[in-house]
């Protein structure tokens, strides 16, 4: 049974990632004003040992829980798009930015008029806020300069315009969208493989010494009839550095760059070194390697209520 393949087919075909900034096709619907998702860079792993507050056995004993940290960059508002509807779905109908934020980004598309859109909110169906990410602040990487869009909550389209204004022109921190305890989604491109064989990228068991003459191979790409190869026979070919969503990872810790020493290994994050700005703590791993760029929203499905987790120790020891 050389060629019985495993993995889920869920994720097919394997695409590979075609730029850095993943995209967010779906954000939750929040009635409080408010940013739903951020970015930051993957610094690396660690472990924590607090107390289980889930409904699990060991609830109410201090356990063991992985955890990964990410650094935030600074991120500046830099303008407010206005989607109207056509057909079945949204489409970006007007956007306005800040004047002198717009030259630094190099932006010529033309600007509507900020006041006449903000008056004009209720015509739309949604509003989001335009940000930039100036990475310059973590010492590593291009230090160009990388736009995204970010949704905001609001009853109606009229509080959202008037939130995003607030905003235009201004730095937001990571403790302006989250809270302790919070869940969040995070979308991010996984690790890069290369070219991988079956063995490695499906799974399927080895051949016998004496079978093929091979032994890293399927052992038949299927039966007479249909006469042909389907889709879902196991072939060497690209794997990894896919887009992935994962959801519900909760929130441990938020920090400043004063409480960046609580979270720093000794010498440093493999690969990435040390945390010298904002960083959030989130329980669990998240795809992709070290100083990836990462997106999270806040949590489309989840139905746990919020509660502050007690972290009585985080782990500092060197990790290489």
Known sequence: MSNMRRGSMEFWPHRRAKKQMPRIRSW??????????AVAFKAGMSHVMMMDDSESPSKGTEVSRAVTILEMPKVYIYGMRLYGKKYLYAEPAAEAYDGSLAKRLGISKPSANLADLKSKAAEFTDVSALAFIDASNLGFGNKRVMRFEVHVGGKNTVDKAAFVEKW???????????????????????????????????????NTRKATGKIRHVGVLGPWHPAKV???????????????????????????????????????????????????????????PSKR??????ALRNTAPKKEPQVNYISVSAKN
Not at 168 to 194: H, M, P, Q, T
């Open 230 to 288: 389907m889709f879902t026979v196991p072939h060497s070919g690209h794997m990894g550095y896919n887009y992935r969503t994962e959801l519900n990872k909760r929130v441990l810790k938020i920090g400043t760059e004063k409480d960046a020493q609580s979270v720093n290994v000794k010498g440093g994050f493999l690969n990435y070194g040390v945390v010298k700005n904002d960083f959030i703590m989130l329980d669990g791993s998240i795809p992709g």
């Open 28 to 37: 939750p619907e929040v009635a409080e004003p408010g940013f739903l998702g």
């Open 168 to 206: 235009i022109g201004k730095e937001i921190r990571i403790s302006d969208i989250l809270g302790v305890g919070d869940y969040v989604d995070v979308i991010s491109i996984s690790k890069g493989k290369g070219w991988a064989g079956v063995i490695k990228r499906f799974g399927v068991a080895r």
């Open 293 to 298: 760029l990462i997106r999270f929203r806040k």
